[in-house]
């Protein structure tokens, strides 16, 4: 983002599907229900909708099928993959065609539906790339997500002294978040002993290490500032955005760091805005030690001191430290379709609207920030963040 692009774009729509199993829909309905959801938040119609950008899981010829289903005449179109990175992303691609005049109203969608034996079964007929018997999910050999990301609670923990207590405060911390949120699919209140209780998964993740895997999606509406102006509705300016990519760099990894730290860097720069001065931060939560990383290589804290902050219900906001996830994050909330990049930028844009459950509402929240990472972070993987400003 360019700084002639900087607050060219604003989220004036938002919304997160209530439902966390869903049986009797299918992916089409999905993004038909989140989307119009989204619309109305904003106070616009699909009539005014000229910008699409959907994952490539939307079904038959992707975006084209779902425009056709949903009524949508786009200008511009995109359906890529980056995982749970793809939605952050998507904002500041979204912003930089506003700012280039192709399109004044963009829709953002998300739908998944993990729970579907026949989503399932199409995970499992995807043409699987040249790393996959190696690096895959476990179904045609290689490993799963959850030991990839427990290679990087142990390297920190090795490299830091960091222990499984401290990436236990993590989980505690979102279920103190979930309480107050009447859908989350958890909303107990967990004790560090309970996450350390909890079966082992990948040594040292315990299942409560891991996220929650669940049906839905989200939708966001992005405008113009002029359109926005005219809705009279308060929303989320996107101020600056990075992306970057990390891989294997043919075995030389440092398992240490994610692409976090250059997209954040670019997201501060184009946003002029540091760290210090962000009031609250969705981070992507697939696991633990994800959230723990990221408030490393965004600069919420120094290298290695993770651990440290996080403990004592750090990531509360207790203490002057960044309250993250107040919705409860995937850890305890959401993770429709295993991409949870969508409901990150979703709680942002209720933080800085003054519409997150009143126990947790920042005040006077004006700065927020959103991290979406998306595959495999202990080898090849993509981070995006957005830098967001309260817009009235």
Known sequence: MTGSMKGSAVIVGA???????????????????????????????????????CDSTAPGYGPMDLMEYL?????????????????????????????????????ITLAGLPSHAATARAALDTEPGPATAFEGNGFRGGYGPVADYAMLARRHMHEFGTTSEQLAWIKVAASVHAQHNPNAKLRDLVSVEDVLA??????????????????????????????????????ARVLGYGEAQRNSLQGKVDLTYTANRRAGELAFATSGVTPTQIQYASLYDSFTITVLMALEDLGFCRRGEGGRYVENYGLTGKDGKIPVNTDGGGLMNNHPGNRGGMTKVIECVRQLRGEAAAALQVPDCELALAAGTGFRLAARHYSSVVVLEQFS
Do not use: W
Request: net charge negative.
């Open 15 to 53: 919304y997160e599907h209530p439902g966390r199993t869903l049986p009797h829909h299918t992916l089409p309905q999905v993004h038909r229900e989140v989307i119009f959801g989204a619309l109305a938040d904003a106070g616009l119609t699909i009539d005014d909708v000229d910008g699409f950008f």
């Open 198 to 235: 909890s079966p082992m998964v990948a040594d040292p993740l315990h299942r409560m290490d891991c996220c929650v895997i669940t049906d839905g999606g989200g939708a966001l509406v992005v405008v113009h500032p002029d359109v926005a102006r005219n809705l009279g509705r308060k929303g």
């Open 71 to 107: 009524g949508i005449r786009a200008n511009v179109t995109a359906s890529s993959e980056f995982g749970g990175a793809t939605y952050v992303a998507y904002v500041g691609q979204a912003a930089a065609a506003i700012a280039a005049g192709t399109c004044r109203v963009a829709v």
